[in-house]
DNA sequence: TGAAAATAAATTGTCAGACAATTAGCTTCC
DNA sequence: GGAAGCTAATTGTCTGACAATTTATTTTCA
């Protein structure tokens, strides 16, 4: 375990690469304890804060969990699904939010993924998921229901949909693509009419699960795609009707 | 910008929560500078080394990044694509690699994102793209290359068809996908006869996108996803039978 | 006057040492 | 035997200091 002596990047930065290098090479497995802080500060030669910039520097990423006391230390966690669900969440939402992805760019990744899902899902879905996504069609239903709730109901259902595959790993992988939407979502005004519109396809696309009819499933997941669009495209244009209005002068 | 009083983690996780939901909420923007570490350390009430673990707990996660001097500071970085991907690409790896995900299910999992990819390949493939899975292609036909350098050109053939599809916000979501299966297929031992069928089934491919024949396309992979998991299959037994053999007392 | 050089100021990076809080194990006492 | 207390190890946090780096300002000199 030995840090790049001639590295540009910050001591604390060094030192967390060689640990990460370590724990990703396999040669600190999983719940193997780190030396103390004290004994790593004397391995790489440098003061105890540092060495603790390190470690949480690796905490971030859920590499390792600390635990104090007399049998305490750092140990190698095991990276679960959920705290994947959670980094790959956070990094997605910000990628997209901070490199201007257009709206269609990122409606088509994500049913582009989702359409490879529902197949899987449409063999292996168990009564839960079903359930799950006709009580998220319920929610939907209410009028009173605030957009916000809306997307966030149209996430929960579409997570059931990728779970229903049965498949963690997709889960994992889609978790993103999915919740990552919801900020773009958000920007939507969703009217009573286009709000039945999405509630049919996804009735559809629930009958199609429960029958297990990949072939219709995938009709109507190609539709939502094609009218989540259609709504993303005309806010868009809103936008740079109102903006070109302003610009002339047009007031509100 | 407040942290929970009564949380039960450590303080510098609570800061750097209250400073990323700044960030991911907006009230933070690309390129705003944060407080200096000795006025966040006055607003939090705490001490400068607990700011700093905050920070780096951020810089982990590319959130941010720091500068030394006058008008230096933590900045609120832009996720780029690329740093988008290596983390993808870390968690995606240490995931599988913790988890004793099987080899079928990364497997399935990863071709059938793939799968959702060569549709858009298909469409929009460009030269480059072409070029870089011939490269890959003439590679792997090298009988001198060893395994490890077999499944390294193969990721790079797979993700040359993933950029194919001219979506980067697909091919970020396929990073992890496809670069986290490299681990798991070097424990393959590439057969001459192994290597000649996948080499094959890769020209098909990439013929299949050049012709933009979506169709074939997605048949070869089929067989590409099958002829995988059949190695991988016979990987298990064999090591399964060794194992069986050894508790009997059965020499080598 | 203009440009180069020196200086000052602000900020992050690093260090040393200390004490608090927590936890496991051991010891002692009943 | 069990409960209470003590001890040791370890992480969590604080204080204060100095080094390194970068920008802005001032001074100096041609």
Same mark, same amino acid.
């Given at each position: 375990?030995?840090?790049?002596?001639?590295?540009?990047?910050?001591?604390?930065?060094?030192?967390?690469?060689?640990?990460? &290098?370590?724990?990703? /090479?396999?040669?600190?497995?999983? &719940? !193997?304890?780190?030396?103390?802080?004290?004994?790593?500060?004397?391995?790489?030669?440098?003061? $105890?804060?540092?060495?603790?910039?390190?470690?949480?520097? %690796?905490?971030?990423?859920?590499?390792?969990?600390?635990?104090?006391?007399?049998?305490?230390?750092?140990?190698?966690?095991? =990276?679960?699904?959920?705290? +994947?669900?959670?980094?790959?969440?956070?990094? /997605?939402?910000?990628?997209?939010?901070?490199?201007?992805? /257009?709206?269609?760019?990122? *409606?088509?990744?994500?049913?582009?993924?989702? $359409?490879? *899902? #529902?197949?899987?899902?449409?063999?292996?879905?168990?009564?839960?998921?079903?359930?799950?996504?006709?009580?998220?069609?319920?929610?939907?239903? &209410?009028? !009173? =229901?605030?957009?916000?709730?809306? *997307?966030?109901?149209?996430?929960?259902?579409?997570?059931? %949909?990728?779970?229903?595959?049965?498949?963690?790993?997709?889960?994992?992988? =889609?978790?993103?693509?999915?919740?990552?939407?919801?900020? =773009?979502?958000?920007?939507?005004?969703?009217? @009573?009419?286009?709000?039945?519109?999405?509630?049919?396809?996804? /009735?559809?696309?629930?009958?199609?699960?429960? #029958?297990?009819?990949?072939?219709?499933?995938?009709? +109507? %997941? *190609?539709? %939502?795609?094609?009218?989540?669009?259609?709504?993303?495209?005309?806010?868009? @244009?809103?936008?740079?009707?109102? @903006?070109?209005?302003?610009?002339?002068?047009?007031?509100?």
């Amino acid at each position: 375990m030995k840090r790049d002596p001639d590295s540009s990047k910050d001591l604390s930065a060094q030192i967390a690469a060689a640990i990460r &290098d370590e724990i990703m /090479s396999g040669k600190l497995i999983v &719940d !193997a304890r780190l030396p103390s802080e004290a004994e790593l500060a004397e391995h790489f030669a440098v003061s $105890r804060p540092t060495v603790r910039e390190a470690l949480k520097r %690796l905490a971030a990423q859920s590499l390792i969990r600390t635990q104090r006391g007399a049998t305490g230390g750092a140990f190698v966690n095991r =990276l679960s699904f959920e705290e +994947a669900y959670g980094q790959q969440i956070t990094t /997605s939402t910000l990628l997209l939010s901070m490199n201007a992805v /257009s709206f269609d760019v990122a *409606c088509e990744a994500r049913f582009a993924l989702e $359409r490879a *899902c #529902a197949p899987l899902a449409a063999a292996r879905r168990r009564p839960e998921h079903l359930a799950q996504m006709r009580r998220e069609i319920a929610r939907q239903s &209410d009028p !009173a =229901l605030s957009d916000e709730d809306f *997307c966030a109901s149209d996430v929960a259902l579409h997570r059931a %949909l990728v779970d229903g595959s049965g498949n963690p790993v997709l889960s994992y992988h =889609l978790a993103g693509a999915v919740e990552a939407m919801q900020p =773009l979502m958000n920007m939507i005004t969703f009217t @009573a009419r286009s709000r039945g519109a999405i509630i049919d396809l996804h /009735s559809r696309i629930t009958d199609a699960i429960e #029958a297990q009819d990949a072939g219709s499933a995938d009709t +109507a %997941l *190609c539709e %939502l795609a094609d009218y989540t669009m259609t709504l993303g495209r005309d806010v868009m @244009a809103a936008r740079s009707t109102r @903006a070109a209005d302003h610009s002339r002068g047009t007031p509100d």
